[in-house]
């Protein structure tokens, strides 16, 4: 455990999957000796085996809070809680919860537009603008946003997912040049396809989509990010 990292606190969205990257964001936090602040939609009780094993296995404090990342009024309650039992606030925030959907660009409904630029871009913005102010304050901050390499080319099936992470990447330039000098950095990280449940939605509606095997849609898809 990284010693130099105890008191600190670190709250990850999206973490309440044990083989989702959130959590194995949590855990790495965790063994570097930070207070882990899970969240996500899912009841407590579902989340405390991951919780517990969070404290038991690094010896941290862990806890767990329920926000839906549509609803501004639930991200400010979170925000909120987080203020009572840490009065100075979070000292990393990482923005890493995401839905996706595929779809033909005529055919996409708008409110899946709505669901997926909400968590993937404007709950980035809620949450750091209620948390940034105290790690400024306390000049020392990381803000990691978990973009995607989607922000750094396009798909014909999945616009919305596209779109918000192209504006995260935005978010996070603005939010850099903001803290520029304060001790508080914030950056984006791109990943490609990873084995996670999202991932795994998207390849398989890609797969129904197409008319063809889930294999084939991801050698697709992956071929296709390497392409562009």
């Known amino acids: 455990m990284d010693t130099g990292n105890i008191g600190k606190v670190a709250l990850i969205t999206g973490s ?8 194995a964001i949590a855990k790495v936090l965790a063994k570097n000796g930070y207070a882990i602040i899970l969240h996500d939609r899912l009841d407590a009780t579902e989340v405390e085996p991951l919780r517990e094993h969070l404290e038991k296995k690094c010896q941290v404090k862990a806890h767990y809070l329920r926000a839906n990342l549509l609803q501004r009024s639930e991200i400010e309650e979170m925000c909120e809680k987080i203020k009572t039992m840490y009065p100075g606030g979070v000292d990393v925030l990482v923005n890493n919860a995401g839905v996706t959907y595929n779809v033909k660009l005529e055919e996409y409904p708008p409110q899946k537009w709505d669901e997926t630029i909400g968590v993937h871009l404007t709950a980035p913005f809620d949450l750091t603008r209620l948390l940034l102010g105290d790690m400024k304050r306390k000049g020392w901050g990381r803000i990691i946003n978990i973009s995607s390499v989607r922000s750094r080319s396009a798909s014909s099936t999945n616009v919305s997912y596209t779109a918000a992470k192209h504006g995260l990447n935005g978010l996070t330039k603005s939010t850099a040049m903001s803290s520029y000098g304060t001790g508080v950095t914030c950056n984006a990280i791109c990943p490609a396809l990873m084995e996670t449940k999202i991932a795994k939605d998207m390849i398989g509606s890609i ?8 294999e084939e849609a991801e050698v697709k898809e992956t071929f296709g990010i390497i392409m562009q």
């Not at 309440?16 to 959590?23: D, E, F, R, T, W």
């Open 16 to 23: 309440a999957s044990p083989s989702g990257l959130g959590y």
């Open 207 to 214: 797969a129904e989509m197409q008319g063809i095997s889930f």
